[in-house]
Nanobody, 120 residues
Framework: QVQLVESGGGLVQPGGSLRLSCAASGRISSIYAMGWYRQAPGKHRELVASITSADKTNYGDFVKGRFTISSDNAKNTVYLHLNSLRHEDTAVYYC??????????????WGKGTLVTVSP
């Protein structure tokens, strides 16, 4: 069993910053990639950023240099640094990971989400 636990969401003013964290735990054999998606009210879930075990990163087009994803492999943790936040960044941010366990070669996991609200 694998769990992803997010933290770091909250209320921030436009132009502000936040750091989201997601820690994976359980009977993990390997983590192939971790990332963040977001879903705003009435919209589809979209990729924010992802990072592979080889540190290859990918960002959604809307990020435009404002967000940075990083990972600490020793802690099975991925971070998302959110800068220059805008009202339209308001959404639930979900952690995503592709993980191999002792019994399953690779499976996709999701966290429960953390709410980011950008408002004056």
């Amino acid at each position: 069993q694998v769990q992803l636990v997010e933290s770091g969401g909250g209320l921030v003013q436009p132009g502000g910053s936040l750091r989201l964290s997601c820690a994976a735990s359980g009977r993990i054999s390997s983590i192939y990639a971790m990332g963040w998606y977001r879903q705003a009210p009435g919209k589809h879930r979209e990729l924010v950023a992802s990072i592979t075990s080889a540190d290859k990163t990918n960002y959604g087009d809307f990020v435009k240099g404002r967000f940075t994803i990083s990972s600490d492999n020793a802690k099975n943790t991925v971070y998302l640094h959110l800068n220059s936040l805008r009202h339209e960044d308001t959404a639930v941010y979900y952690c995503n990971a592709h993980i191999a366990t002792m019994t399953v070669a690779s499976m996709e996991y999701w966290g429960k989400g953390t709410l980011v609200t950008v408002s004056p």
